[in-house]
């Protein structure tokens, strides 16, 4: 489409005031050669080419400016018209249509009857000029169209771009009127736009800030302030930049973000590589696999989990493969340890706090863990330690889905999913007053008992490869593995702690072996004690053992016994005969 044609309408209406005005015929081509106004027989040839041989598109090719046509069809310039000798036009003058140097059309006045073309002979120069004029005013208007039409792209750019933010976007104008918002901000306001628009922000959002001395193009600092409505509560930080125009405030923009969807953000980058699958947990033997398989079945859902199990069998590494297995997995795993935390500490760090509610407290209020957790998972360790007064508040939560900072009487929804561990009996706690028995019946839905280590079979053979593996390459050691003295010991070992209790031991013995096999004498010393039975053992038992230890230490391979026997004493063929009389292999 030429540039003409684009404000078609506005040059038709030249066309037909210029004609009302002078009495003369207009028509107006473009420069693809099409009439795009006119008026008299013109007007019906609208949209339509011009003759190819015609005297206007000679004239546009050969850059001619000004045309006079005294005698239309009978002048040079007409030769190769199909109408010369027999032309309709009586007289015609012709100008260009310029815009950047550049031709963009035609605009003649043409006389078709007697009348004009005496007002054209008496008056060509004066019309001439005229016409300049009138094709200087058609190239404005199609610059401002194009102007106007850039503009617009670029608005509706701005406002696409703008709308597609993760953060609400406010204009207001030089008086703090709304002339602009974006779906963020209405969203979170819970308003349409036309309600928005024409508001004075400070009524929108009583008290924020438009001192424009406050401005803050050099650096960015962020406020804070709460929204609230009948039917929404919103805490928002901004910031807002002037928009100057010749040392002259003409409009400011203010930036908003949810509080609670930074905060979250904040813990989903920073939990990111803190989430546990189930195939993760390490554990072959099969009742354990039973119990993974059970806990997976109901993490998909939302039901409020209590793990129960003994310290150090892994509560929280169960917590957080519930969670990265849920449809929350994609939002804060937030874990807090009710036993770490002074009690006089523990409500303002699970349900926040306002700013100035106690002496000491921060000047900007602490959103707790709660809040935080919103659309995930928090995961309450060691429950046992919730003091009474807090368990009536938690369970508030359970069956509201509501919290109060302290130093406040407003409730703010959140939507979370509870997952809480003890190692305690919180039912005998419950008979001795000691835990509320509401509350227990509410964390108590989906009770998972986590077994113990030393119910685990193999399971502590193949753990203890796994953290060896884990430790050689962390200290850079050449390990293979435990002695067969070692691991008779880890079999019958207690592990009152364990989990931790195993990777400590192994993390340890590591650190002390300096042979290819963990040897019991480099275990912690709580695990070298050995029961006195008051018997004495055979001369045979003795070598059978000392045997078995330095072959432990130095390997079973050909170039292991090799080394045995030197350390032992005797030679490669001794410790061959002992090897078959012993039935060591």
């Given at each position: 489409?030429?540039?003409?044609?684009?404000?078609?309408?506005?040059?038709?209406?030249?066309?037909?005031?210029?004609?009302?005005?002078?009495?003369?015929?207009?028509?107006?081509?473009?420069?693809?050669?099409?009439?795009?106004?006119?008026?008299?027989?013109?007007?019906?040839?609208?949209?339509?080419?011009?003759?190819?041989?015609?005297?206007?598109?000679?004239?546009?090719?050969?850059?001619?400016?000004?045309?006079?046509?005294?005698?239309?069809?009978?002048?040079?310039?007409?030769?190769?018209?199909?109408?010369?000798?027999?032309?309709?036009?009586?007289?015609?003058?012709?100008?260009?249509?310029?815009?950047?140097?550049?031709?963009?059309?035609?605009?003649?006045?043409?006389?078709?009857?007697?009348?004009?073309?005496?007002?054209?002979?008496?008056?060509?120069?004066?019309?001439?000029?005229?016409?300049?004029?009138?094709?200087?005013?058609?190239?404005?208007?199609?610059?401002?169209?194009?102007?106007?039409?850039?503009?617009?792209?670029?608005?509706?750019?701005?406002?696409?771009?703008?709308?597609?933010?993760?953060?609400?976007?406010?204009?207001?104008?030089?008086?703090?009127?709304?002339?602009?918002?974006?779906?963020?901000?209405?969203?979170?306001?819970?308003?349409?736009?036309?309600?928005?628009?024409?508001?004075?922000?400070?009524?929108?959002?009583?008290?924020?800030?438009?001192?424009?001395?406050?401005?803050?193009?050099?650096?960015?600092?962020?406020?804070?302030?709460?929204?609230?409505?009948?039917?929404?509560?919103?805490?928002?930080?901004?910031?807002?930049?002037?928009?100057?125009?010749?040392?002259?405030?003409?409009?400011?923009?203010?930036?908003?973000?949810?509080?609670?969807?930074?905060?979250?953000?904040?813990?989903?980058?920073?939990?990111?590589?803190?989430?546990?699958?189930?195939?993760?947990?390490?554990?072959?033997?099969?009742?354990?696999?039973?119990?993974?398989?059970?806990?997976?079945?109901?993490?998909?859902?939302?039901?409020?989990v209590m793990l129960i199990g003994e310290t150090g069998t892994g509560k929280e590494l169960f917590a957080r493969a519930i969670h990265s297995l849920s449809n929350r997995k994609d939002k804060p795993?937030?874990?807090?340890?009710?036993?770490?935390?002074?009690?006089?500490?523990?409500?303002?760090?699970?349900?926040?706090?306002?700013?100035?509610?106690?002496?000491?407290?921060?000047?900007?209020?602490?959103?707790?863990?709660?809040?935080?957790?919103?659309?995930?998972?928090?995961?309450?360790?060691?429950?046992?330690?919730?003091?009474?007064?807090?368990?009536?508040?938690?369970?508030?939560?359970?069956?509201?889905?509501?919290?109060?900072?302290?130093?406040?009487?407003?409730?703010?929804?959140?939507?979370?999913?509870?997952?809480?561990?003890?190692?305690?009996?919180?039912?005998?706690?419950?008979?001795?007053?000691?835990?509320?028995?509401?509350?227990?019946?509410?964390?108590?839905?989906?009770?998972?008992?986590?077994?113990?280590?030393?119910?685990?079979?193999?399971?502590?053979?193949?753990?203890?490869?796994?953290?060896?593996?884990?430790?050689?390459?962390?200290?850079?050691?050449?390990?293979?593995?435990?002695?067969?003295?070692?691991?008779?010991?880890?079999?019958?070992?207690?592990?009152?702690?364990?989990?931790?209790?195993?990777?400590?031991?192994?993390?340890?013995?590591?650190?002390?072996?300096?042979?290819?096999?963990?040897?019991?004498?480099?275990?912690?010393?709580?695990?070298?004690?050995?029961?006195?039975?008051g018997e004495f053992k055979t001369l045979d038992e003795m070598e059978k053992e000392h045997i078995k230890k330095a072959l432990d230490r130095y390997g079973w391979s050909e170039n292991g016994r090799?080394?045995?026997?030197?350390?032992?004493?005797?030679?490669?063929?001794?410790?061959?005969?002992?090897?078959?009389?012993?039935?060591?292999?």
């Amino acid at each position: 489409m030429s540039r003409l044609s684009e404000i078609r309408d506005v040059v038709q209406k030249f066309a037909e005031v210029s004609k009302s005005a002078l009495k003369l015929d207009v028509e107006v081509v473009d420069n693809e050669m099409t009439w795009v106004a006119g008026t008299g027989r013109i007007k019906k040839l609208i949209g339509q080419k011009i003759l190819e041989q015609g005297v206007i598109r000679k004239c546009m090719l050969e850059n001619k400016k000004d045309i006079i046509l005294d005698s239309p069809g009978n002048q040079p310039e007409c030769m190769n018209c199909p109408h010369y000798r027999n032309c309709n036009y009586g007289k015609a003058v012709y100008t260009v249509i310029e815009l950047e140097d550049e031709v963009v059309g035609i605009i003649g006045f043409v006389a078709m009857t007697t009348v004009q073309e005496g007002l054209l002979t008496n008056n060509k120069e004066p019309m001439l000029e005229f016409l300049k004029k009138i094709a200087n005013l058609i190239s404005t208007k199609v610059m401002e169209h194009e102007i106007i039409s850039r503009i617009t792209i670029n608005s509706k750019l701005v406002n696409t771009v703008i709308d597609t933010l993760d953060k609400g976007i406010v204009i207001v104008n030089k008086d703090g009127v709304v002339a602009d918002v974006n779906n963020f901000m209405l969203k979170r306001l819970d308003m349409d736009k036309d309600d928005v628009t024409g508001m004075k922000i400070s009524d929108l959002l009583p008290g924020i800030s438009t001192d424009p001395e406050e401005d803050h193009q050099d650096r960015v600092k962020y406020k804070e302030i709460n929204f609230k409505s009948e039917n929404k509560s919103t805490d928002f930080i901004y910031s807002w930049k002037n928009v100057t125009v010749e040392d002259y405030i003409s409009a400011a923009v203010y930036m908003f973000e949810d509080i609670k969807d930074t905060t979250r953000l904040a813990y989903e980058l920073s939990e990111k590589n803190s989430q546990i699958g189930f195939n993760e947990i390490i554990g072959e033997d099969p009742s354990f696999i039973e119990f993974k398989n059970k806990v997976s079945s109901i993490a998909v859902n939302d039901s409020t989990v209590m793990l129960i199990g003994e310290t150090g069998t892994g509560k929280e590494l169960f917590a957080r493969a519930i969670h990265s297995l849920s449809n929350r997995k994609d939002k804060p795993f937030v874990a807090i340890n009710c036993g770490a935390i002074p009690e006089t500490l523990i409500e303002s760090e699970l349900f926040g706090y306002e700013k100035g509610s106690f002496t000491g407290a921060s000047t900007t209020g602490k959103k707790g863990k709660f809040y935080i957790a919103d659309k995930g998972t928090i995961f309450l360790d060691e429950i046992e330690n919730m003091p009474l007064y807090l368990q009536i508040k938690l369970l508030r939560v359970l069956e509201t889905r509501e919290i109060e900072r302290v130093g406040s009487s407003r409730s703010i929804p959140v939507d979370i999913r509870i997952i809480a561990a003890t190692n305690m009996r919180i039912d005998e706690m419950v008979e001795t007053g000691q835990f509320r028995e509401d509350l227990f019946h509410r964390l108590n839905v989906v009770s998972l008992f986590i077994p113990p280590l030393r119910e685990r079979g193999n399971d502590i053979l193949v753990l203890s490869d796994y953290f060896i593996d884990k430790f050689k390459k962390k200290f850079n050691k050449n390990i293979e593995g435990l002695s067969n003295e070692v691991r008779e010991t880890f079999m019958e070992y207690s592990w009152k702690g364990n989990i931790r209790e195993l990777q400590n031991a192994i993390e340890y013995a590591v650190n002390m072996e300096n042979s290819l096999y963990i040897q019991k004498e480099n275990l912690p010393f709580q695990m070298k004690k050995v029961e006195e039975s008051g018997e004495f053992k055979t001369l045979d038992e003795m070598e059978k053992e000392h045997i078995k230890k330095a072959l432990d230490r130095y390997g079973w391979s050909e170039n292991g016994r090799i080394k045995a026997a030197k350390m032992l004493g005797i030679s490669r063929a001794t410790i061959y005969r002992r090897l078959s009389k012993y039935e060591l292999q």
